[in-house]
C-alpha cells in the first residue's frame, strides 16, 4: 500500500472506530435507566459540551424533569417556530417556572429568510420540509456548533422510523445524539408523568397527543400512531432537525396528499375522517357520523363522550335531529353535484332557524363559484378536492356576490323588478 493510499484510506478506518464507540456506548448503556443515560452523557460522555432541544410538547415534561435533575443550567433550546399553538408557550413558561429550569433559549427564524420564503406565512402549506427549514433547522444550525452532542426526546414507540432507535447516535459531523427516552413506552411516559406530578401540555386533554406547530398539528384518534397527527395526510414524519446535524433535509417529499379543509381562511389539517363500516357508536371520535346512522343508534352516540360530527346528505331531513345539534363539533352537509342546490337550504336551516353555531362545512362538489354563496348560507369551512379551487382559495381569489335573486338573512335586498331595490351587498365573509 502507498503512503497515498494509506492517507486515503484513514476517513474509512476513522469512519468504523466511530461506529464502533457508538455501538460500545449503545451496548455499556443498554441497561440503564433514562436518568442514568442522561446523567453519564451530561457529567462524564460530554460534560459541559452537551444541549437540549426541546418541543415543549406533549411529553418534553419527562426530559425536562430528568435535565433537572441532573442539571437545572443545562442549555434549553426551544424551536421558536412562530406557528405554535398559544398554549405551548404558555406551557414552557410553566415548565421552566416548576421545573427550575434556568437555562432556557427561544431559537426564532431569521425573519430575511421569512421575508423572502415565507412572506404570507403559507410555506407550511405547500411546501413543509422548506417550512421547518428556515423555521427549525436553520436556527438551530449554529447552536449545533457549539456542542458536541444533543439530547433529544424521541422513543422507540412513537412510530415505525423510531421503532430501532438506540441511546447513543453518530451524526455525519461526528456529533452525539442522545435517545435517554428511547424504550419508554407510552405507559411508561404517563407513569412517569404521573409519579411525578408533571404538568400536562393544555391540549393533551383534548386529544393532542403529539404536538408541534399549529397548522401542522392535529387531534390522534383512539389506537391510532401518537404522531400519526403530526403533518396529517402528508408523506412527512419528521421536521428535519432529527435527520442529520448538518441540516441536510429538504429532501422533497415522494409524495404530498394536499391538505383539502379550508377554514378561517387558510388550508389546515382535518381532525375529522368518514364514517366506517363497522364502527362503533359507543366509541368512534372525530367522526362524521351520517344521519341515518345516527338515528339508527342515536342512545349509544349520545352516551359516547368522544366529540363527534354529522354527515347530512341530500333528502336527509336535519329536522329530525333538531335537539342533538349541539352534541356535534361538525356538520357537514353534501353537495352532490355543482347542479344541486339542496346543500345551501340546509345550511341556511341549520344556521339560521335551527340556530347551530358550531363549524358548518360544505363537502363534495365543491367549487370556486359556489363558496361566496355557501358562506351566505351559513358554512364556514369547506373541504374542496378541486385543485383550481384550491389555488384560488390559497392565492385569496373568489369572485364577489353583489346582487341577490335569492337573498338570505335581514341584510341583502332582492333583485326586483324595482331598481331602487337593487342594492349592492355587504362584502361576503
Ligand atoms: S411543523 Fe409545519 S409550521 Fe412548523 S415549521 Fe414545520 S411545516 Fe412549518
Wanted: proline share 7%; net charge negative.
Amino acid at each position: 500500500m502507498t503512503a497515498a493510499s494509506k492517507i486515503a484510506a484513514a476517513p474509512v478506518a476513522q469512519d468504523k472506530l466511530r461506529a464502533l464507540g457508538i455501538m460500545a456506548l449503545n451496548g455499556m448503556f443498554d441497561e440503564m435507566d433514562a436518568l442514568g443515560v442522561l446523567r453519564q452523557a451530561a457529567t462524564e460522555l460530554l460534560a459541559g459540551d452537551i444541549a437540549i432541544v426541546s418541543s415543549f410538547g406533549a411529553d418534553s415534561a419527562v426530559l425536562l424533569h430528568l435535565v433537572a435533575q441532573v442539571d437545572p443550567s443545562m442549555p434549553v433550546f426551544f424551536l421558536e417556530t412562530g406557528k405554535h399553538f398559544p398554549e405551548t408557550l404558555a406551557y414552557v413558561e410553566t415548565l421552566k417556572r416548576q421545573l427550575g429550569l434556568i437555562n432556557v433559549t427561544a431559537l426564532h427564524p431569521d425573519p430575511a429568510d421569512l421575508a423572502r420564503f415565507d412572506p404570507d406565512g403559507t410555506l407550511w402549506e405547500t411546501d413543509p420540509d422548506s417550512c421547518c427549514h428556515i423555521r427549525k433547522t436553520e436556527p438551530l444550525e449554529p447552536i449545533t456548533e457549539q456542542f458536541g452532542g444533543w439530547v433529544t426526546g424521541r422513543k422507540r414507540f412513537q412510530t415505525r422510523e423510531r421503532g430501532v432507535l438506540p441511546h447513543f447516535e453518530l451524526t455525519s459531523d461526528d456529533r452525539i445524539k442522545i435517545n435517554p427516552l428511547a424504550y419508554f413506552s407510552d405507559a411508561d411516559v404517563n407513569a412517569y408523568k404521573a409519579e411525578h406530578g408533571l404538568p400536562e401540555h393544555p391540549l393533551y386533554a383534548v386529544g393532542y397527543k403529539s404536538i408541534g406547530c399549529a397548522p401542522c398539528t392535529s387531534i390522534v384518534a383512539e389506537g391510532e400512531d401518537p404522531r400519526a397527527g403530526r403533518w396529517r395526510g402528508l408523506n412527512k414524519k419528521e421536521c428535519g432537525i432529527h435527520f442529520d446535524f448538518n441540516g441536510a433535509i429538504a429532501k422533497p417529499m415522494a409524495a404530498t396528499a394536499e391538505l383539502k379543509l379550508f377554514k378561517d381562511g387558510a388550508f389546515t389539517a382535518d381532525p375529522f375522517r368518514a364514517w366506517a363500516e363497522g364502527d362503533d357508536p359507543a366509541s368512534v371520535r372525530y367522526t362524521h357520523v351520517p344521519l341515518p346512522e345516527f338515528l339508527a343508534a342515536r342512545d349509544a352516540f349520545l352516551a359516547n363522550p368522544h366529540p363527534l360530527g354529522l354527515l347530512v346528505s341530500s333528502g336527509d331531513k336535519v329536522e329530525n335531529v333538531e335537539g342533538d345539534l349541539s352534541r356535534f363539533a361538525s356538520i357537514a352537509v353534501r353537495f352532490p353535484a355543482f347542479t344541486d342546490g339542496r346543500g345551501y337550504s340546509t345550511g341556511r336551516l341549520l344556521s339560521e332557524r335551527l340556530g347551530y353555531g358550531g363549524e358548518l362545512r360544505a363537502v363534495g362538489d365543491v367549487l370556486q363559484d359556489q363558496i361566496p354563496l355557501m358562506r351566505r348560507c351559513g358554512f364556514n369551512a369547506f373541504v374542496v378536492e378541486h385543485e383550481p379551487t384550491r389555488k384560488a382559495l390559497r392565492e385569496g381569489r373568489l369572485p364577489e356576490v353583489s346582487i341577490f335573486y335569492q337573498p338570505v338573512g335581514t341584510t341583502e335586498v332582492p333583485l326586483g323588478t324595482r331598481p331602487y331595490l337593487r342594492r349592492a351587498a355587504p362584502a361576503t365573509r
